[in-house]
């Protein structure tokens, strides 16, 4: 068995409000054993050190809302141009920019080559955070996951598109029991209208109440969950009371006083994805996003804000999410820009934007053996230049190390 011990200048393990300073973290292949004050942990004999005395030692960051099918612009044509093996490849190059950036976990939320990527990382082919895969996200015919940009045939291709289509019960319940026999670890549905799907609008309501249970039915029925794209406040709304577990962009969480009851009640999860909108509205017309893409983006960034500030306030649990995607406008690897809008956009506090995206996440996605450092779970972890407690923006720009499972991964050795 081997032994590693880390000396953490700071150590903020994702769970507690206080972080402990002069920390001693002890490994034991991979796995936590013993977190505490320098001087209440021993060291083992024989046991490797590691010094980040100097450094703030986080758990590895989570983002729970990613998509890691290679995408590089918004053009609709660029998923028919491009074949599935490229994009994966360019899925896989992704992965080490995650890594990188502290990201030793990632939920993808839609796609076709995130559960082949997921297999390819846990069979130590290629190096990667863990994955956790939705596999395609189920829309309706004509929602935000069928590409209606596109003639109907090509958008029809389903290996090349994010979506599949699904209306009425019975055909929602086959979609997603056929996206689970495909490898899928949850099921991802699009509830309402979007922005980058042209023609939908994100306050209408695409399904039904007993189309959404089904979807909530058939994930819990396998022991996972099932996560809804969900903007205006009555898709919001249908997607908790109707038992979607994690609500994703959530623009119109609680507004007009609904939804937070709803949430308390049914345990739900706000994934807020504060950058995907952020960077449409203010960076998208330089990077030549549609004009309708840019103003939809324009028309909603002020109340997703609000919105999160609401679900925090109200203690409904936030997870980080960014929807980055690989684009050029929401690339991989700057993944913690939502640290820093959680903190100035939302108004969490610096200890709370950090369990957003450790301990909350974990809790989200049900990946239990992350998001903490706490005895039992895995040694994933991240050393800081800087203290995050003291400026958030640390964990963009003072990534000094990264580990997972207890081996460094970051390319920087
Ligand atoms: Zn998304």
């Given at each position: 068995?081997?032994?590693?011990?880390?000396?953490?200048?700071?150590?903020?393990?994702?769970?507690?409000?206080?972080?402990?300073?002069?920390?001693?973290?002890?490994?034991?292949?991979?796995?936590?054993?013993?977190?505490?004050?320098?001087?209440?942990?021993?060291?083992?004999?024989?046991?490797?050190?590691?010094?980040?005395?100097?450094?703030?030692?986080?758990?590895?960051?989570?983002?729970?809302?990613?998509?890691?099918?290679?995408?590089?612009?918004?053009?609709?044509?660029?998923?028919?141009?491009?074949?599935?093996?490229?994009?994966?490849?360019?899925?896989?190059?992704?992965?080490?920019?995650?890594?990188?950036?502290?990201?030793?976990?990632?939920?993808?939320?839609?796609?076709?080559?995130?559960?082949?990527?997921?297999?390819a990382v846990e069979d130590d082919e290629i190096p990667?955070?863990?994955?956790?895969?939705?596999?395609?996200?189920?829309?309706?015919?004509?929602?935000?996951?069928?590409?209606?940009?596109?003639?109907?045939?090509?958008?029809?291709?389903?290996?090349?598109?994010?979506?599949?289509?699904?209306?009425?019960?019975?055909?929602?319940?086959?979609?997603?029991?056929?996206?689970?026999?495909?490898?899928?670890?949850?099921?991802?549905?699009?509830?309402?209208?979007?922005?980058?799907?042209?023609?939908?609008?994100?306050?209408?309501?695409?399904?039904?109440?007993?189309?959404?249970?089904?979807?909530?039915?058939?994930?819990?029925?396998?022991?996972?969950?099932?996560?809804?794209?969900?903007?205006?406040?009555?898709?919001?709304?249908?997607?908790?009371?109707?038992?979607?577990?994690?609500?994703?962009?959530?623009?119109?969480?609680?507004?007009?006083?609904?939804?937070?009851?709803?949430?308390?009640?049914?345990?739900?999860?706000?994934?807020?994805?504060?950058?995907?909108?952020?960077?449409?509205?203010y960076e998208g017309d330089e990077h030549g996003l549609?004009?309708?893409?840019?103003?939809?983006?324009?028309?909603?960034?002020?109340?997703?804000?609000?919105?999160?500030?609401?679900?925090?306030?109200?203690?409904?649990?936030?997870?980080?999410?960014?929807?980055?995607?690989?684009?050029?406008?929401?690339?991989?690897?700057?993944?913690?820009?939502?640290?820093?809008?959680?903190?100035?956009?939302?108004?969490?506090?610096?200890?709370?934007?950090?369990?957003?995206?450790?301990?909350?996440?974990?809790?989200?996605?049900?990946?239990?053996?992350?998001?903490?450092?706490?005895?039992?779970?895995?040694?994933?972890?991240?050393?800081?230049?800087?203290?995050?407690?003291?400026?958030?923006?640390?964990?963009?720009?003072?990534?000094?190390?990264?580990?997972?499972?207890?081996?460094?991964?970051?390319?920087?050795?």
């Amino acid at each position: 068995m081997s032994s590693t011990v880390i000396q953490c200048g700071t150590l903020i393990d994702g769970i507690a409000d206080e972080p402990i300073r002069d920390a001693r973290v002890v490994v034991e292949d991979g796995t936590i054993r013993k977190v505490g004050p320098s001087e209440s942990v021993s060291v083992p004999d024989e046991a490797d050190r590691i010094d980040h005395s100097n450094h703030a030692v986080t758990p590895g960051f989570l983002d729970c809302h990613v998509h890691l099918n290679g995408t590089r612009s918004f053009q609709p044509m660029e998923r028919i141009e491009k074949s599935l093996p490229y994009k994966a490849a360019l899925g896989g190059a992704d992965l080490r920019q995650l890594l990188r950036a502290g990201f030793t976990t990632v939920r993808d939320v839609g796609g076709s080559t995130a559960i082949g990527l997921r297999n390819a990382v846990e069979d130590d082919e290629i190096p990667g955070p863990r994955i956790y895969a939705a596999g395609r996200a189920i829309s309706r015919s004509g929602g935000h996951a069928d590409m209606n940009q596109l003639p109907t045939h090509w958008a029809g291709d389903e290996d090349r598109m994010l979506g599949v289509q699904a209306d009425g019960v019975a055909e929602c319940r086959k979609k997603a029991r056929q996206e689970l026999r495909s490898g899928a670890d949850l099921i991802k549905i699009t509830i309402t209208g979007g922005m980058a799907s042209k023609g939908t609008i994100p306050d209408q309501v695409h399904y039904t109440d007993a189309e959404t249970q089904v979807f909530a039915e058939e994930a819990h029925a396998v022991g996972t969950h099932a996560a809804a794209h969900a903007y205006g406040t009555a898709g919001v709304n249908a997607a908790i009371r109707n038992g979607i577990d994690t609500i994703e962009h959530a623009i119109g969480f609680g507004e007009r006083g609904e939804g937070v009851d709803l949430a308390h009640e049914y345990g739900a999860v706000v994934v807020p994805t504060l950058s995907a909108i952020y960077r449409l509205a203010y960076e998208g017309d330089e990077h030549g996003l549609p004009e309708f893409h840019v103003r939809k983006g324009r028309e909603y960034v002020d109340k997703h804000a609000d919105s999160v500030t609401r679900a925090y306030e109200a203690d409904v649990p936030v997870a980080l999410g960014t929807d980055c995607n690989g684009s050029y406008l929401h690339p991989h690897g700057d993944n913690a820009i939502e640290f820093e809008l959680l903190v100035e956009q939302a108004g969490m506090d610096e200890m709370d934007a950090l369990k957003a995206g450790t301990s909350v996440a974990a809790d989200a996605i049900q990946a239990e053996d992350v998001g903490a450092v706490e005895p039992g779970r895995q040694a994933d972890l991240v050393a800081l230049d800087e203290d995050p407690l003291a400026d958030i923006s640390a964990t963009r720009d003072a990534v000094a190390a990264v580990y997972k499972a207890g081996e460094r991964v970051d390319d920087r050795i």
